[in-house]
Structure formats: C-alpha cells, structure tokens
C-alpha cells in the first residue's frame, strides 16, 4: 500500500515536472510580436491595411520560422501616443514580447521608442515617416519611408516642370513639418515661389477654410501632405471648392493619392502627380502578385501602409532566419542591418548605418487604366536614402 502510493506520487511529480519543461520549450520556441497600430480613430484605415498584409505574408510564408513558432499580438492604439506607450509597456513586461512593431503615426513610434531601448526589443516602424524616428533608439528599424525622401523629389520635379508659385498644405505635426521643409528647400532652391502656406490639424481636419485661401492665392499648383486616410475627404473638399476647375492641380508626397482611397476620389484626381514609394500599379510581377493575392483576401487594394506592413514582417521573418532562430533585439537589429530584397514597391534594404530603408521614389500621374484610377509611375529615382538624417 505504501510503495503504491508512493509510486503514485512519484508519477505524479515527474508529470508535474514534463508540464513545467513543456512549457518551458514551447514559451521558447514562440517568438512573439506585439503590432500597435490604430484599429479605430482617423488613421484606422493604417492599421487595417498593416494587420491585412501581416496576415496575408503569414498566410503565404507560414507561422514557423528556423523552428520557432511566430506569434502576432494585436493592439489597438487608435494613434494616442499615450495608449501606444502603455500598450507597449504591457507587451514587453506581461507578453514578454521579442519585438514591438507596427505605429501608425509618428507620435506613436516616439512614444514606445524609450521602452525598446530600455527593454532591448527591437520597434519595427512599418507606418510612421518623420525622418528623425530612427535616431530615438538603436533598436529602430524602419520599412515604411521618410517624407524627406520623396518631397525633395516632387520639390526638384516641380521646378524642373515650370511650375513657379505653389500654395502649400500640410498637416500641422512632425510628417507635415518634414514634408514642408524638404519641399521649400528644394523648390525655392531651384527658383520656386511658396505663395501661401496653411497647416491644417491632425486631428478631424477641414480643409474648407484653407481651400479658399489656396484659390485665391492663384498658385500653379497647390502642394499637400495628409496622412494615409485623409486623402479621401481633401480630394471631396478640393472639388467641391472648385479648385479642380481653376487648374490648381495637386502635387506632393504620394500619401493624399493612397491606393486604397484613390478610386473613390473621382476624376477631380486626375492628372495629379505626386512622389512616392509605392503604387498598386507598380509594374513588377511580385507586385502584381502582391495585390492580386491582397485583393482576393480583401475584396480591395492595398495602398502603401500595407507594403510598410508586409515588408516589415518580412524583415522580422528574414533576420530570424539569419540568426537561427535566436531572438534577443542584439541579435535581431544585427541581422537586419543591410537586408537587402525585393518589395512589391521595388528593391529595398536597410541601410545599415541609419537603420532606415532606402528605397526608390517613383513620380506617378493618376490617371485612368481600365476604368479605374491609378497612380502611374512614369520617373524612377533609384535606392533614395533618407535626406534628413543627422547622423551619416
Ligand atoms: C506619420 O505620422 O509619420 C505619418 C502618418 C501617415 C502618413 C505619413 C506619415 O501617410
């Protein structure tokens, strides 16, 4: 009787104990990112097309990386710099993430970049665009874009095209600012005249007001910075104040003119040319698949933010690969310096000294291909670095 029970309790221990390791091996074997976008707010459609196109790479590549089992944690910000604080303050301590991706907007990828240093974990930005986001931490990945990157380009395009007084709008917070700066340098180095400059809020913005004003400074075209999921509302007002009947056409960052809202705008967004990283009609067989297999998963386009999105997971799936698995930020920041691949916007790499992405700027023409509007890539400017790094 008592060797029995004995043996009973022996059984049990060693049970206890398989338990304990089992699951020691498996919380090793999961490597786990925490993505803070915004699901819900002004910037919401961001979010959706990042979490869309990290579903979608996973559905396409797997949830298994050099043996270790990928596990996304979703969270909802909604671009409130002090939810994306919290939110990654809770990933890192209670989730015990291995990295925080995602950010929206830049006030958000300030926000956590405190934590991924103190933490060690890498911040992979796959939305935000203010040049000086990856000099807040060492452990700052960029795979969205600067919007120094591609307003010196339109800057420079504008001159080049007799284009000689602009009107500017700009949303008033870091992105715009650069957007702004980068633009004027490079445009009234060449010769241009800025006739009026408004800013406009972040947040709920009406551009009614402002548009007045642009019509009646009579420029030659107006140049605009929104963020990703504004352009839909400008382009109403626009054409609602008639600017597209006196001739004041658009040009700017490639954000107004995002793929996922640009359909919708009507034709008072023809002919507007602007620069950027990404157009859903990129014609490269890996974009063409890209959006073919997007649309079928989503019933829809995918604009820029999901190329941020999908790249940026990639660069997550590529530097566990590099490192066999290993997933502690040293190792990880290490292993993605100078990755270097193929996007669906084009060839891509991260710039090992800045951390950032280098990539093309195309200039683009929206206009009608097949009944629906594109953004037409028509000048390539090759592997762009950010312009606005201090630091080299
Ligand atoms: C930003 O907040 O950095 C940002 C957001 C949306 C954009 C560009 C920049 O389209």
Do not use: C
Request: glycine share 10%; aromatic share 8%; no cysteine.
């Amino acid at each position: 009787m008592f060797i029995r029970r004995n043996t009973l309790l022996q059984t049990a221990a060693a049970g206890l104990l398989l338990g304990a390791s089992a699951f020691a091996v498996q919380a090793q074997d999961t490597v786990k990112i925490g993505l803070i976008v915004p699901m819900t707010g002004g910037q919401a459609s961001t979010g959706k097309q990042i979490d869309n196109a990290v579903k979608l790479y996973m559905q396409q590549h797997g949830d298994t990386v050099a043996g270790k089992k990928i596990e996304v944690i979703l969270k909802d910000d909604a671009a409130v710099p002090d939810n994306t604080k919290r939110l990654a303050q809770e990933l890192i301590v209670n989730d015990k993430v291995n990295i925080i991706a995602g950010f929206g907007v830049t006030p958000a990828a300030f926000a956590a970049a405190p934590l991924a240093t103190q933490a060690k974990v890498p911040e992979v930005v796959m939305a935000a665009g203010t040049s000086v986001i990856t000099e807040k931490s060492p452990y700052i990945v960029r795979t969205s874009f600067t919007l120094g990157q591609s307003s010196t380009i339109i800057g420079d395009w504008a001159v080049k095209n007799g284009i000689k007084k602009v009107a500017t709008l700009t949303s008033d917070y870091a992105p715009g600012h650069d957007a702004l700066k980068f633009f004027k340098d490079h445009f009234t180095a060449g010769g241009g005249q800025i006739v009026e400059e408004v800013k406009v809020p972040l947040a709920n913005p009406d551009f009614a007001p402002f548009l007045q004003r642009m019509k009646d400074a009579k420029p030659d075209a107006m140049f605009v910075f929104v963020p990703a999921g504004q352009g839909g509302n400008f382009m109403k007002q626009y054409a609602e104040r008639g600017l597209d009947k006196s001739g004041i056409k658009v040009i700017g960052p490639g954000d107004v003119m995002d793929d996922d809202l640009l359909n919708g705008m009507g034709d008072s967004a023809l002919g507007a040319v602007t620069a950027h990283i990404y157009s859903a009609a990129h014609p490269s067989q890996v974009n063409k698949d890209f959006v073919a297999a997007y649309k079928k998963a989503y019933n829809q386009r995918p604009g820029f933010m999901a190329v941020g999105g999908y790249d940026g997971i990639h660069l997550i799936y590529a530097a566990l690969q590099k490192t066999g698995g290993k997933a502690d930020g040293d190792s990880l920041i290490a292993a993605m310096k100078g990755m270097a691949w193929e996007s669906p916007r084009g060839p891509i790499s991260i710039d090992p000294e800045t951390r950032d992405i280098v990539q093309n700027v195309y200039i683009r023409k929206v206009e009608k291909v097949d009944g629906e509007l594109y953004n037409v890539e028509f000048e390539t400017f090759k592997d762009v670095k950010d312009p606005g790094k201090t630091k080299k």
